[in-house]
């Protein structure tokens, strides 16, 4: 049989979006980061990262909405590609394309997704066999998402996000996300979280802040793949800072509600909200709803979990 020519091969690699089903945000840590409990849930919708062998660095993008994104070594698939090149001693001699379907800074781990799939995808073209842990380190390095974004599925994030323990599902969720004409920045959204609880006269550093803990009802629900307990249990802290930037967002949450979701949340930072729905008629229900109410800009029927990068 013949071998493919390493030289021209392309590896791509299928990376989903996260919507955070609980997302307890704890104090200001000193270096600026928050502590979370994040309980994440991968959905089925993806962006996908192709690496081939070019002579110089090179980064390409199709998709609606890739104006927003930077094609520049910014981009976190070109750091990730250079990063994994530094630790094996190698140069990242490669063109990555991203096909991109999940919506940019729209709060549900676009760019974190496309680090993920470029490690993955330049790892399995250069043949350099990273172990899983080693790949999931440096994951971390690149952002607080990024290692979700490359285990997929369902899993409690502590720290700021990036130590991860695998979650069971006992079942598919359906869901609807709102897409938002425009996004939010992340940090401007914890900002704004910190504002707000330093406003309620609340604190915001991690001596007034309880440190933030799992629902163990919501991880039950999860595991019994039960839609209407996880309804009742979904939380999202940045939820208020998110609507405070962005009050337009309470017509979307509340257009889904009346359309007859389980239940309304705001995906992570926003501006994407996220509606929990019992089967996939009602998801096609209330996404034409939500189209009509002029509250969004797009409104996406899906299901979740979904697998973490996988090569395609
Ligand atoms: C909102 C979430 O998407 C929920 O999963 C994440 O917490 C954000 O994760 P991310 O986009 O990967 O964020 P990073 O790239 O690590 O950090 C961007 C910025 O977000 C803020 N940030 C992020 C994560 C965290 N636990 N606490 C923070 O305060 C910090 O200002 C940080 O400088
Ligand atoms: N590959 C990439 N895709 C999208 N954005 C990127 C990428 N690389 C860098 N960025 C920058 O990161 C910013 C955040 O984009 P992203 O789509 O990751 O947001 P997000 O989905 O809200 O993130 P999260 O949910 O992890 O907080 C963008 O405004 C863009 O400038």
């Known amino acids: 049989m013949t071998q493919p020519d390493p030289r021209t091969t392309t590896v791509t690699v299928r990376v989903p979006a996260k919507v955070n089903v609980q997302l307890a945000v704890g104090g200001r840590r000193p270096d600026g980061f928050h502590d979370l409990a994040n309980v994440f849930l991968a959905v089925g919708l993806y962006d996908s990262v192709s690496a081939t062998p070019a002579d110089s660095p090179r980064l390409t993008a199709s998709g609606p909405d890739t104006a927003r994104i930077p094609l520049d070594d910014t981009n976190l698939a070109a750091r990730a590609a250079r990063l994994l090149a530094e630790r094996h001693g190698l140069e990242p001699r490669v063109h990555l394309h991203i096909a991109k379907d999940i919506p940019v800074a729209g709060g549900m781990a676009g760019g974190s997704a496309d680090a993920a799939g470029a490690l993955l995808a330049c790892d399995t073209l250069w043949g350099t066999r990273t172990p899983h842990d080693e790949l999931l380190a440096l994951c971390a390095e690149l952002g607080s998402d990024v290692p979700f974004s490359l285990a997929g599925g369902a899993a409690l994030g502590r720290g700021r996000g ?55 009802q919501l991880l039950g ?19 208020p800072a998110a609507v405070s930037l962005r009050p337009a967002l309470a017509d979307t949450l509340e257009a889904g509600t009346a359309a007859g979701a389980l239940a309304a949340v705001v995906s992570g930072s926003g501006p994407t909200c996220a509606f929990l729905v019992k089967d996939p008629e009602t998801a096609t229900r209330t996404a034409q709803a939500l189209l009509a109410s002029g509250t969004c800009r797009t409104a996406r029927p899906t299901t979740g979990p979904a697998p973490g990068a996988t090569v395609v």
Not at 222 to 237: V, Y
């Open 162 to 216: 990036e130590r991860l323990t695998p979650l069971a599902t006992g079942g598919v969720f359906h869901w609807v996300f709102a897409v938002a004409d425009g996004g939010l920045s992340t940090p401007d959204v914890y900002r704004e979280c910190d504002r707000l609880r330093e406003a309620a006269g609340l604190g915001a550093t991690q001596d007034s802040v309880p440190e933030p803990e799992p629902d163990e």
């Open 221 to 239: 629900a999860l595991r019994a793949g039960d839609s209407a307990a996880l309804a009742a249990t979904l939380r999202n802290d940045l939820q």
